[in-house]
């Protein structure tokens, strides 16, 4: 995909996600778009988009809505590298493997980011954190479905194409 | 030589890492403090939220009117009979307004200055929020061209809600009252005498202690500010749900649901000292 209109998803992702829990949210929950951008992107397409996007906007709501700056963006680059490896074993076309990548990008993130809190001193708790995770899961599942049978389906001509290279699966 | 060459990809991958865990542990150095460039960025994105905010507010609003009109009836009766014993307390109240009047004489010829008098209120409206739901950190669209300053407390119409983070000219970052490690000074709104120290609890609520071991504190008990640090004295902070006798510190720890819904503000208000405006203004 064109580096422009990757631009124009994190925007709007970052947009979005900033203002929406004022106005749509459940408890206070709300998706978390620039994850599930990065995890799309990482996940759906070739190249380092998610990766360099992910960061940059990573550090920009940490500038905008944290007391540290730094831990989205380290968890967004480490996400996005860990979805291009896993994009090599898993079918891109399948709601399922959608699912299984949504889970693991949201659980990672914040457990993760849970852990670098506490290594910097907060008293934030694992279990409060915990409880608002299932419906978070749900929210970015749905956001990432949407955006695939939107625009990821379309842009993947061939999904079921594959080769190896140095012993290696690619379904590119 | 030859193995960076081949693992160029890693090491860039370990570079960037190590930047970027860099600058967290900078951020946890000068915390709250932004640098030029992330001041800038804040402008632009303050921008760019503003609009998006009331469109969705708008569509928000418009939907909630349709779906939810019964709802909207009720709440208008409910905020009707709230109106009529408003208006009846408020005469009440008139009635001690010459004794008010007489007093303020009173402290006129003692020279008395109160403190109370020099603060400078600004109202904002709330335009972003963090989204990826770990803080309740927000951003307002107020700055220090409006004379706020770092550290104001911040309020709305349920009570206290946090204090200025980082401030830039147009805009503020507002830390809630849930998300603060720093210990808030309160005193027990029935017996004023009675005062202790709050923190956020990490689970989206407030949780503290008395300085008092025999302070005889009961569970709904309203809990205002006692003016000791930042916040002014007097803003309800929230109700104590629970108390627990701490056997080992020998002290009455208490739970506290906070008065303000953090999930919903939409307008909050500064409040900043006559010193802190001056300041400013210079």
């Known amino acids: 995909m064109k580096h422009r209109t990757v631009l124009i998803f994190f925007i709007a992702a970052f947009l979005l996600q900033s203002t929406l829990v004022l106005n749509f949210n459940i408890a206070g929950i709300t998706p978390n778009f620039i994850l599930c951008m990065t995890v799309l992107f990482s996940f759906l397409y070739k190249g380092n988009q998610g990766l360099v996007f992910g960061v940059i906007f990573g550090l920009l709501q940490d500038i905008g809505f944290s007391i540290l700056i730094g831990p989205s963006a380290i968890l967004y680059f480490l996400i996005a590298l860990l979805m291009s490896e896993i994009r090599h074993y898993l079918y891109r076309d399948s709601i399922l493997n959608l699912f299984f990548v949504s889970i693991m990008g949201t659980g990672l993130y914040y457990v993760i980011y849970w852990l670098i809190l506490m290594i910097f001193k907060s008293n934030y708790s694992f279990i409060y954190m915990i409880k608002g995770l299932p419906v978070l899961l749900v929210f970015n599942f749905i956001i990432m479905v949407a955006f695939y049978l939107a625009v990821g389906k379309r842009d993947i001509r061939y999904p079921r194409d594959r080769y190896y290279k140095r012993r290696r699966l690619y379904l590119d | ?282």
């Open chain 2, 1 to 282: 030589m030859k193995w960076y060459r081949e693992h160029f990809r890693v090491v860039i991958a370990g570079i960037i890492l190590m930047l970027l865990l860099g600058l967290t542990v900078a951020s946890y150095v000068s915390r709250g403090s932004n640098s030029w460039l992330g001041i800038q960025l804040e402008r632009v994105s303050v921008f760019l939220q503003e609009p998006i905010n009331d469109a969705e507010n708008w569509i928000g609003v418009t939907f909630k009117g349709v779906f939810q009109f019964r709802k909207l009836i009720a709440e208008n009766e409910t905020l009707s009979e709230e109106n009529a014993k408003l208006r009846k307390e408020l005469i009440e109240q008139s009635l001690l307004k010459e004794d008010l009047a007489d007093l303020r004489h009173l402290t006129e010829a003692m020279n008395y200055i109160d403190p109370t008098e020099d603060y400078t209120y600004v109202t904002a409206k709330v335009i972003a929020m963090d989204g990826s739901n770990l803080y309740r950190i927000f951003t307002i669209n107020a700055g220090t061209e409006q004379g706020v300053r770092k550290d104001s407390a911040v309020i709305n119409g349920d009570g206290l809600v946090g204090r200025i983070l980082d401030v830039g000219p147009d805009w503020a970052k507002v830390i809630s009252i849930i998300d603060e490690n720093n210990d808030v000074s309160f005193q027990v709104f029935r017996d004023l005498d009675l005062i202790g120290i709050l923190s956020g609890d990490g689970k989206g609520k407030i949780a503290g202690y008395m300085l008092d071991e025999s302070a005889a504190v009961i569970e709904g008990d309203m809990l205002v500010t006692s003016g000791m640090e930042i916040y002014p004295q007097g803003i309800p902070i929230g109700k104590i749900s629970k108390i627990t006798w701490n056997k080992d510190a020998l002290l009455h720890t208490v739970e506290i649901e906070p008065s303000a819904d953090f999930t919903g503000i939409r307008k909050v208000t500064v409040i900043m000292t006559g010193v802190h405006f001056t300041e400013q203004l210079e």
